[in-house]
Nanobody, 127 residues
């Protein structure tokens, strides 16, 4: 079992920055690929970014590439999402998720394949 708790959300003006963090319980954090997903009101959940177990590989959605950076610290059981140049369309609830057996880019982008999810943190970007 892995429990995930997100933090760092809030209200920010367009062009600003936020850093989301996700703290994971358990001693097997490094066995999981980690991902960030988001869901805006009235929209389906969408992939944002993912990072491999050893942090050697990252993938991003086109909408956030160049603005967001995912990172992890396996010693501290945390994964972070640094979000810069925020836009109103980035407004959503952001969720972190853990995946035990996913390796390929195609599968890591699919939220339905992740094993554990956090409760989410709200990010609101005002124009």
């Amino acid at each position: 079992q892995v429990q995930l708790v997100e933090s760092g959300g809030g209200l920010v003006q367009a062009g600003g920055s936020l850093r989301l963090s996700c703290a994971a319980s358990g001693r097997t954090f490094s066995s999981y690929a980690m991902g960030w997903f988001r869901q805006a009101p009235g929209k389906e959940r969408e992939f944002v970014a993912t990072i491999s177990r050893s942090a050697t590989t990252t993938y991003y959605a086109d909408a956030v590439k160049g603005r967001f950076t995912i990172s992890r610290d396996n010693a501290k059981n945390t994964v972070s999402l640094q979000m810069n140049s925020l836009k109103p369309e980035d407004t959503a609830i952001y969720y972190c998720a853990a995946a035990r057996n996913l390796i390929t880019e195609v599968t890591l982008r699919r939220g339905s394949l992740y094993d554990y999810w956090g409760q989410g943190t709200q990010v609101t970007v005002s124009s």
